[in-house]
């Protein structure tokens, strides 16, 4: 089974499917770091597509949600710490639009979901790699907030970078994301969508069990690990 929440950059989808995947007992799975992947390997290859596709076919990608961050290998190499970089940001979009790409990412993601039970969070989830997903969130906020949280998120993690520079970054990701041709991001038609402007972060995590709680077979005492008596 899985569970899906899409949305735009800095709506806050990552940090709230950690928390919801910790607090159900649930497995984490992150598209967004997938995709910033394959952008490292696209940047590493020179921004060259021919040679970036060939690289992409041949190198072993491995990631598991370990110490409550997911966490990507490649050809047995950390790469975690690469991916949230500005250069990597930059890039993504135009990486993640590439038909190869998606194609593989998509491919890896469903191989890992065959068995258990996840949360994932992506931008096109519900609408066309998981489409029977068992239930399919929405993440919104305005511009100003998904730029504050992003902003702090990069200021708490060591890096210089300016407030207008973090949200001018998100209107051309939203501007790029909601244009691609292929598959750009748009709420499923059966998504409920959830607007976290005025929300603090306890409470979406809150909600999205409770919203999980109420229409999948899981609930909030939910432990894979506990045999029933």
Do not use: W
């Not at 709230?16 to 649930?26: E, G, R, S, Y």
């Not at 984490?28 to 021919?50: I, N, P």
């Not at 068995?115 to 969070?121: D, P, R, S």
């Not at 998100?170 to 005025?198: G, S, V, Y």
Request: hydrophobic letters at 35%; proline letters at 3%; aromatic letters at 6%.
């Amino acid at each position: 089974m899985i569970i899906v929440i899409d949305g735009p950059a800095g709506s806050g989808k990552s940090s709230t499917a950690k928390a919801v995947a910790q607090k159900m007992h649930i497995e984490y799975l992150d598209s967004g770091a997938l995709y910033r992947t394959a952008t490292l390997l696209f940047l590493e290859a020179d921004e060259t597509e021919e040679l970036f596709l060939q690289r992409l076919k041949q190198v072993h990608i491995e990631f598991s949600y370990r110490d409550q961050e997911f966490r990507v290998d490649i050809d047995g190499t950390d790469v975690t710490d690469q991916l949230r970089s500005e250069r990597v940001s930059a890039a993504v979009s135009r990486v993640a639009a590439m038909p190869p790409v998606r194609a593989c990412i998509n491919e890896l993601m469903h191989r890992a979901v065959k068995q258990g039970q996840y949360i994932a969070e992506g931008r096109d989830l519900g609408t066309v790699v998981f489409k029977n997903a068992a239930l399919k969130l929405f993440m919104s906020a305005d511009t100003d907030e998904r730029a504050r949280r992003r902003y702090n998120e990069r200021k708490e993690a060591g890096e210089e970078v300016s407030l207008d520079t973090v949200r001018n970054g998100i209107i051309a990701r939203d501007r790029q994301d909601r244009a691609r041709d292929k598959d750009p991001l748009q709420k499923a038609a059966d998504a409920i969508e959830l607007d976290t402007t005025n929300m603090c972060f306890e409470e979406q995590v809150q909600k999205i069990c409770t919203l999980i709680s109420q229409k999948t077979e899981l609930s909030l005492n939910h432990n894979p690990n506990t045999n029933p008596i």
